[in-house]
């Protein structure tokens, strides 16, 4: 029997997250950590977390300050640096809980630029990963009107915490119609971005291009040609941008932006499982 807990966590500034974990039978090959999107939550991996538990990894997910079930006005921050101390003590209490087994971090979406801020911002514990996967990087354009764009950077200042829905385009989730239709039924997503999180956002993605060379992990970025909600050409931007050796792009051919979810998501699983079990330390 796979075990499944739920818990919650002491963030840096003390606001308590929630967070669950899933443990395959027998023996723990390594642990693969998920940062979810905007308007995202952990329990959006079902087909990931069932497909790695039973190649033996453990699965941890949270979900975000302002997200799914953990407190905090849904969509804001007040800076990016929230988001990096989240994911910071979430690594900290895996490692706790499990000490010596290998860790990987998967962000999708702006998870991803999560993860990729964390990375960069704080090498020296990013050094104790085996590595980081970008799944889909808002790390580019995105589906995001300039309007909302424009309205987001005004109000940042005076109205930190008005919050707009982003407008991006549910269908341009899945090709998969089951998936959409589970999503409209999903009481734990949300559609809204706060001002003070776009002037955030759009300053953090700047940050990490231009600090991409110093990058020091193993890196697999996981993208669909036919993204329209992060456009492809980000992540692919970043990529070439990386100096370290160890880094792989895979771009699947009209692939939308929920990877584990869309019509080709097994594929996807298949070489995420494959690169996760390259990066495992040697036995």
Do not use: C, M
């Given at each position: 029997m796979t075990k499944h807990n739920e818990s919650v966590f002491k963030s840096v500034d003390g606001l308590e997250l929630y967070y669950q974990n899933w443990?395959?039978?027998?023996?723990?090959?390594?642990?693969?950590?998920?940062?979810?999107?905007?308007?995202?939550?952990?329990?959006?991996?079902?087909n990931m977390v069932d497909y790695l538990l039973s190649k033996q990894y453990a699965i941890y997910g949270l979900d975000l300050r302002g997200h799914g079930r953990s407190p905090g006005q849904r969509g804001h921050i007040n800076s990016w640096s929230e988001f990096r101390g989240d994911l910071a003590a979430f690594v900290e209490l895996i490692q706790n809980q499990q000490p010596g087994c290998p860790i990987f971090v998967l962000g999708h979406s702006l998870g991803a630029v999560v993860v990729c801020d964390y990375v960069l911002r704080q090498p020296k514990e990013a050094a104790k990963l085996q590595g980081a996967i970008a799944f889909a990087p808002a790390i580019g354009k995105v589906g995001v009107s300039k309007f909302r764009v424009f309205l987001g950077n005004l109000l940042s200042q005076i109205w930190p915490?008005?919050?707009?829905?982003?407008?991006?385009?549910?269908?341009?989730?899945?090709?998969?119609?089951?998936?959409?239709?589970?999503?409209?039924?999903?009481?734990?997503?949300?559609?809204?971005?706060?001002?003070?999180?776009?002037?955030?956002?759009?300053?953090?993605?700047?940050?990490?291009?231009?600090?991409?060379?110093?990058?020091?992990?193993?890196?697999?970025i996981l993208h669909g040609s036919a993204d329209t909600i992060a456009l492809p050409e980000g992540g692919e931007r970043f990529y070439q941008n990386v100096a370290f050796a160890d880094k792989l792009r895979i771009e699947y051919p009209g692939a939308y932006h929920d990877l584990q979810a869309d019509l080709n998501y097994q594929q996807v699983l298949a070489d995420l499982e494959n690169w996760l079990d390259q990066h495992l330390p040697p036995q």
């Open positions: 443990y395959p039978e027998g023996e723990v090959k390594g642990i693969l950590v998920i940062v979810h999107g905007l308007g995202g939550h952990s329990d959006k991996y079902g915490r008005f919050s707009l829905s982003t407008g991006l385009n549910l269908s341009a989730a899945s090709r998969d119609e089951k998936v959409l239709a589970a999503y409209t039924q999903d009481t734990l997503r949300h559609s809204l971005g706060s001002a003070r999180l776009a002037t955030e956002y759009f300053t953090t993605v700047a940050w990490i291009h231009n600090h991409a060379s110093q990058w020091q992990i193993p890196l697999l």
